[in-house]
């Protein structure tokens, strides 16, 4: 039921709104100023929430996740309102150029090309794997056994790139590439998966493995292309900001706590901005 809802919700609308919650506490006082902000005493971020566990919409249309909650701890820890702005993740960038949002929140993959145009916090990592309808995926073992499927993965996005990096390799070998279908998110790739119109769908590993534990999919691959995940910033003094929040938090073993009760591994290195 879960599902049915979260894909019904997720499908509705490119942009659901801004859900907000109350100021925190009257005696706290910003650690970022007004003129640093796109709203007074508001920390705005930007979410595509269809990716469970990590950020969706559970059956009382309220926002959930292990990212949804990192964010409200660290506006709270920055005497800020969190306030979330729910947009599909191919606007996610353009949004933040514009000053629509302060924070891209929804586990936007690090690298090179992003950070010349962004302030990024990587912190925390993850892989891709491949999605199959139950019990169709017994004879993929490797990314070889891929060829020739038709596979859905959402559009824009460092799953798509590293997708179409596996499409060339495949027909670097002498195979049969990929079939790559794109969707605007991972709601409506999973729900062509559920209907037969694709073969697999590429997601991050943890989403891929929720999804199998539900019972949903079968993971047949994980762990393919690791890379960081990151926080995303328009504004140089926020950024800083929050770095510290996330150095405070790695300290105390906030951040260790929360990715425990997710099952993601806290990253050795230190918190920079790239």
């Known amino acids: ?132 309808a139950p019990g169709t995926g017994k004879s993929v073992s490797k990314k070889e056994d891929l060829a020739g499927k038709v596979i859905g993965v959402e559009i824009g996005g460092f799953e798509e790139s590293k997708t179409r990096a596996m499409d060339a390799e495949l027909k670097a070998e002498g195979l049969k590439g990929l079939d790559i279908r794109t969707f605007d998110n991972f709601a409506l790739a999973y729900q062509a998966l559920r209907a037969g119109q694709v073969d697999g769908v590429v997601s991050i590993d943890a989403v891929a493995k929720e999804y199998d534990a539900r019972g949903d999919f079968d993971r047949v691959l994980s762990g393919l292309y690791p890379a960081p995940v990151a926080l995303a910033f328009k504004n140089r003094p926020l950024a800083e900001a929050v770095l510290k929040v996330m150095d405070d938090m790695k300290a105390d073993g906030t951040i260790a706590k929360l990715f425990g009760e997710y099952g993601i591994a806290v990253p050795k290195a230190k918190y920079e901005i790239k």
Not at 15 to 23: E, N
Not at 46 to 71: A, H, W, Y
Not at 78 to 84: A, D, H, I
Not at 115 to 127: G, L, R, T, V
Request: one cysteine or more.
């Open 1 to 132: 039921m879960l599902s049915r809802l979260f894909f019904a919700t997720a499908i509705c609308a490119a942009v659901l709104g801004v859900g907000t919650s109350p100021v925190f506490a009257a005696s706290c006082s910003p650690a970022v100023p007004d003129s640093d902000l796109v709203k007074p005493g508001t920390l705005i971020m930007s979410t595509n929430p269809t990716l469970p566990p990590l950020q969706f919409i559970d059956s009382n249309g309220d926002l959930k996740g292990m990212r949804v909650e990192l964010g409200k701890m660290i506006a709270k820890r920055l005497c800020l309102t969190p306030e979330y702005i729910r947009i599909e993740f191919s606007a996610m960038i353009p949004g933040l150029a514009g000053g629509r949002w302060d924070m891209i929140n929804t586990g936007i993959f690090y690298n090179e090309e992003r950070a010349k145009i962004m302030e990024m916090i990587p912190y925390e990592d993850q892989a891709i794997s491949i999605s199959m």
